[in-house]
């Protein structure tokens, strides 16, 4: 197999950090005050130790040390935040020992670099991924150096890529203050996404850039640009169509640059690549959507593996959540067999084996299919559109696992009173009214499952059935709930639900003290809001009904009793 072709793919913007060599040292022992000492020359040091740390001698200290718990840490390279427990500054020597002011809680700290020697649990999520967050067990001295050495480097201007590109406009994530879609929340293995207001943020400086939330992302508000998808799509279209394996049960190899790129230089030295292997090096695999599966079989692939290291440095829920959706769509097209999997190995030679032992499955009539620059939703589904024309047993509709991007929503008819909240929280215009009469339609190409509308309903009688129906693109908005319009009794203008208006004028005539034996405040009730006004203003009707009867109290009684004592005395 021929070298891949050096990228010609647009570069992605970059963000500059800045680092004045503000290192923190935290730690418990004699480690972390001799990596103090060694730093101090390079960086401006400050050494926390644990609260329960031994005595500290000062003669060849040149740096603050201080005691504390660091229990959160916040901010990333360059600007990270630190909030300490029991913390005490030095105050005094004494006889050669530092001696500690008295601890207190909630003490803030700042750094540029963090370097953890406390051998106990990583302070920040994905510690390998976090770029200023240097971590090594005090109990294995090499690593320590080693960690010591990176963390002199770490002066001065860097860039680092923005991998993700967000649009708050296009997220799914809350709307009134309900939560809906959380499915970036759920896979970011750094902690750089977090809620605000009707969407997310993603934090550029955290972000390690994995492409977990933009490979999750329903509605393309999270989008990957290392590099964007269409161009990752046109380089695949471009291995694959102008492979001698397309179409020969070629399987498509996805592995990223760092981790993957060396064993496949090293087996394709060694033993060669198998003829039918397709290699395809990315930024992450984890990045890799559907869209780039499916892509993958539209081009003539029989199947497609996904290489991973042996120790993931990072939680891969996400890839494994689009693997398991994938499977789905091929299986229920007739796509038979394993045909997408991932190989989780550091050894080249294991990964040889891996790849010849891959079963040689019938692959799909290659396409010529272009991919364009369009939102994501519209191009997943034009994608499986073009899929279902070359499936093996193509059907109408395919049942999904949960969390799936595509679905029906179904109500209880009985149940529902066109209150039309649904529509109000919808973020993709799925559900729709209609403004002539009262009506609920949806439309279930739009549809992402982001649960917004089953969450909002009052009535808790919308249900979600994740599936894809190959039929939504060509069928008009389904109606799940029409009824008649009740019109004003005084203009005749439609202004409410039929049913709705004579249900509560029922009910309110049968039990409300304001309403009993009180037609006219009852017809107030079947006008619309502009009659209802003059009427009340016509009619001189009291807004707060008639009198009622002064309910009687204890102190009444007491009162009475008072007065009628008296009279019995005489």
């Known amino acids: 197999m021929p070298d891949e072709p050096a990228s010609t793919l647009r570069e992605p913007p970059v ?25 101090e020359p390079h960086l401006d040091v400050t050494v926390i130790l644990h609260a329960e740390s031994d005595p500290v001698r000062s003669e060849t200290l040149e740096f603050p040390v201080a005691r504390g718990l660091i229990r959160s840490v916040k901010g990333h390279f360059g600007a990270f935040e630190l909030l300490v ?37 990583p302070l920040v999520p994905a510690p390998d991924l976090r770029d200023g967050y240097l971590r090594a067990d005090p109990r294995h001295w090499d690593s320590c150096l080693a960690a010591i050495s990176r963390a002199q480097e770490l002066v001065g201007t860097f860039e680092r890529p923005r991998f993700i590109t967000f649009t708050a406009s296009r997220c799914a994530h809350s709307r009134s203050h309900i939560t809906g879609c959380t499915r970036c929340l759920e896979v970011c293995p750094a902690g750089a996404i977090a809620p605000a207001g009707d969407h997310v943020s993603i934090d550029p400086y955290i972000c390690a850039g994995c492409g977990q939330c933009a490979a999750v992302c329903p509605t393309d508000a999270a989008a990957y ?24 049960a070629a399987v498509v190899l996805i592995h990223d640059e760092r981790h993957g790129t060396p064993l496949v230089q090293i087996l394709n030295a060694q033993a060669g690549l ?6 395809l090096a990315v930024n992450e695999v984890t990045q890799i959507g559907l869209e780039v599966l499916i892509a993958a079989f539209l081009y003539g692939a029989a199947a ?61 009539r290659a396409s010529s299919f272009l991919p364009m620059v369009m939102d994501k939703a519209a191009m997943r589904r034009h994608i499986l559109r073009q899929l279902h024309r070359l499936a093996p047993t193509p059907v109408d509709i395919i049942s999904l696992p949960k ?45 992402i499952q982001c649960g917004l509308c089953q969450l909002t309903c009052p009535e808790k009688v919308i249900r979600l059935t994740p599936r894809f129906d190959f039929r939504a693109s060509s069928t008009s908005a389904r109606t799940l709930k029409s009824e008649q319009p009740f019109c004003c009794v005084r203009c005749g ?20 003290w304001m309403y009993k034996d009180a037609s006219q405040r009852l017809e107030l009730i079947r006008m619309c809001d502009e009659c209802r006004v003059a009427a009340v203003s016509d009619l001189d009707l009291d807004p707060y009904g008639p009198p009622r009867t002064v309910p009687r109290t204890t102190d009444d009684y007491l009162r009475e009793r008072a007065a009628e004592k008296p009279k019995n005395d005489s």
Do not use: W
Not at 21 to 28: A, K, N, P, Q, T
Not at 91 to 120: K, M, N, Q
Not at 423 to 439: E, G, I, K, R, W
């Open 403 to 447: 969390g799936a991007p595509f679905g029906s929503v179904d109500i209880d008819v009985d149940g529902c009173t066109l209150c039309l909240s649904c529509v109000s929280a919808c973020p993709t215009a799925a559900l729709q009214d209609d403004n002539d009469q009262p009506m609920l339609r949806f439309t279930e190409d739009a549809c």
């Open 225 to 248: 640009a290392m590099p964007p998808v269409d161009e990752l799509m046109r380089n695949l279209r471009e291995r694959l169509l102008g492979s001698e394996a397309s179409g020969n």
């Open 85 to 121: 427990d029991a913390y005490a500054a030095p105050a005094a020597t004494v006889d050669g020992l530092i001696a500690f002011e008295s601890a207190y809680d909630g003490a803030v700290s700042r750094c540029d670099i963090i370097l953890d020697l406390s051998g106990g649990a």
């Open 493 to 512: 203008k439609p202004f409410g639900v039929r049913s709705i208006i004579e249900r509560v004028t029922a009910k309110l005539a049968e039990k409300h």
């Open 304 to 364: 497609v593996r996904l290489l991973v290291r042996a120790r993931p440095r990072h939680d891969l829920s996400g890839l494994h959540a689009i693997i398991e959706l994938t499977e789905s769509l091929l299986g229920g097209l007739g796509f038979s067999g394993v045909r997408i999997a991932t190989i989780e190995t550091d050894d080249p030679d294991e990964l040889g084996l891996s790849l010849k032992s891959i079963a040689e499955l019938p692959a799909p």
């Open 15 to 39: 963000l500059e950090i800045s680092s004045g060599g503000v290192v923190l040292i935290y730690g418990s022992d004699a480690a972390a005050l001799e990596a103090g000492r060694l730093l």
């Open 274 to 279: 198998p003829r039918r292997i397709v290699p």
